[in-house]
């Protein structure tokens, strides 16, 4: 072996995460109290959906840093009483005056503060779109966790206090947003400490008695949009109150005896459907134990993937992405004939020059099954919480391009590309499992990896989001667009790929934040056995 195996040392290891078997139920969050939040909406007889509700509600407040009311979402949700599967696509589209002309050529679109902000957030449109259609418990009892939390107080976390220090710069630009996230407006929270945002409690409240239209047609999308454009932003209240999440089906993909879907664009879920139908031509099984044959063949699927993504993805209304195509098993069988014959590197242009995600699932009692992926994009966003609201607006906008040529051009009213998607595994037609995870480039990697460890090496879902895990191109701010391979791996793999052609393989840290954070359900006929990924503040628990 190559690596120290993920069942050894699990006993003493306190950074090996704990599965946790459930009867009926299970949710899986990156922070314990958003798990806790959820797991109590599902004992109060809440459906997967509502438990999703208070889990994303309730990261906005407890994981600001990464996730956000003012941010996007990509739901999937399996609907066990009409057996449908849905994607829900909770993304913003860039504002009805918004164009490439409100920028220079010379300093490109704003990365941070209010011209970063030129696409409205759709995450709330996730909440109660979702909540309409498949929630049983009311709109103000599943946001009840978060108001608390914001209103009272919560202890901040590892992850929270750590990504306050690095970005204290950033907070202390904003004066809005140094009231809400800085001690006294100025020094950062630490661990432990008790952390409010009463103003991000009212914004919920409003969102918990009036629903979206409170949220898009209101006195918040007003107070957003004033304060953007006080601050020379491009957002209307009309580009708020046209807004709205879009239900449509879930890409899929034949995966051995099973099938594995994802959310369509401009969601990149293609890119692990892709590295899946590559990989299904592999013996993984036999590669257990020796990593090196599987992350080459693994890595230079990807970099098909990613070549794929940079030339194609993008928002269906505005081009033409051809996936019959691109998912088709010849297409896929092609590639794996020149996996050898590929230059080696990850594309020049990569999605994820920096990285903030959730992704949180759940199951319910009735066999609902809902995974939720949403981000700010950047960690922090834009950096600019909007005016009175308490609520940090994201910068994915700034993932357009100001090349009038380029297929991802900013144009108004448009869908930026997304790094988000999350999958579920299919079998019989009904989940066997729903799994996600956050990093940037790094998300359709660990996806892919973990859904081969389960259904092709016998992992359980714990010991597939705790094991060594690589990473090719960028994720959290790095500009390193070489193959990395975390802790626990052993500098015989690192030379042997790099005998493979493989260039800037280097070895990190155990259980890296590069590596992204995993969560996963697995659907027995009998039980439900839930991982959440110790490289977070995350916890798994269930019924």
């Known amino acids: 072996m190559n690596y120290s195996s993920d069942k050894i040392g699990r006993d003493t290891d306190p950074r090996y995460g704990r599965s946790y078997i459930a009867r009926n139920s299970a949710v899986a969050t990156p922070s314990n109290l958003a798990t ?19 889990a994303n509600s309730v990261l906005s407040v407890v994981f600001p840093h990464m996730t956000g009311a003012g941010g996007d979402a990509f739901w999937l949700i399996y609907d066990a009483k009409t057996g449908k599967r849905h994607s829900l696509n909770a993304s913003g589209r860039s504002g009805s005056k918004v164009s490439k002309d409100c920028y220079s050529k010379e300093h490109g679109i704003d990365v941070r503060g209010p011209k970063s902000a030129n696409t409205v957030p759709g995450a709330v449109s996730g909440w109660t779109e979702a909540h309409r259609k498949l929630g049983k418990l009311p709109l103000s009892e599943c946001l009840q966790p978060a108001i608390d939390y914001a209103r009272n107080g919560f202890p901040v976390g590892d992850s929270l206090a750590k990504f306050s220090e690095i970005a204290i710069d950033l907070l202390r630009t904003y004066p809005t947003t140094a009231e809400t996230f800085l001690k006294n407006g100025v020094a950062p929270y630490m661990t432990g400490d008790i952390m409010r945002n009463p103003k991000f409690a009212n914004t919920l409240e409003s969102i918990a008695q009036g629903g979206s239209d409170a949220f898009y047609k209101g006195e918040i999308a007003s107070e957003i949009c004033s304060f953007l454009q006080d601050q020379g932003g491009f957002l209307t209240t009309e580009d708020f109150a046209n807004h709205q999440a879009d239900w449509g089906s879930p890409l899929e993909i034949d995966y051995r005896e099973w099938k594995v879907i994802a959310p369509p664009p401009n969601s990149a879920g293609f890119v692990t459907l892709q590295i899946l139908g590559m990989m299904e031509h592999m013996d993984i099984k036999n590669m257990a ?51 050898h014959d590929s230059t080696l590197g990850p594309p020049e242009k990569g999605f994820a020059k920096k990285g903030d995600t959730t992704f949180s699932c759940a199951v319910d009692a009735e066999g609902n099954s809902v995974g939720v992926i949403q981000s700010l994009y950047w960690e922090w966003g834009s950096g600019l919480v909007a005016g009175g609201t308490g609520m940090l607006l994201q910068n994915r906008g700034t993932h357009f391009s100001l090349d009038p040529t380029s297929r991802d051009r900013l144009e108004p009213n448009k869908r930026p590309a997304h790094t988000l998607t999350c999958s579920m595994v299919m079998k019989d037609d009904k989940p066997e499992m729903v799994v996600g995870a956050m990093g940037g480039d790094g998300e359709p990697q660990t996806q892919a990896i973990i859904i081969m460890r389960v259904l092709d090496q016998g992992y359980s879902v714990q010991e597939a989001i705790d094991a060594p895990r690589w990473l090719l191109g960028r994720t959290w701010g790095d500009q390193i667009r070489g193959l990395r391979l975390e802790g626990r791996y052993d500098e015989s793999i690192a030379k042997r790929l790099q005998e493979l052609g493989h260039e800037n393989v280097e070895i990190i840290e155990n259980f890296s934040d590069l590596m992204g954070h995993a969560q996963a359900i697995r659907i027995w006929p009998d039980r439900l056995e839930a991982g959440a990924d110790p490289r977070a503040d995350g916890l798994a628990i269930g019924n």
């Not at 806790?36 to 208070?54: E, P, T």
């Open 289 to 339: 134990g020796d990593d090196s044959d599987l992350i080459d063949a693994f890595t230079r699927a990807t970099e098909f993937s990613f070549i794929d993504r940079d030339n194609y993805l993008d928002d269906p209304a505005f081009n033409e992405i051809p996936m019959d195509t691109l998912l088709s098993k010849d297409y896929l069988h092609d590639r794996v004939k020149k996996l």
């Open 36 to 54: 806790i939040a959820a797991n109590q909406i599902l004992n109060k007889g809440g459906s997967a959906v509502d438990a999703m509700v208070a």
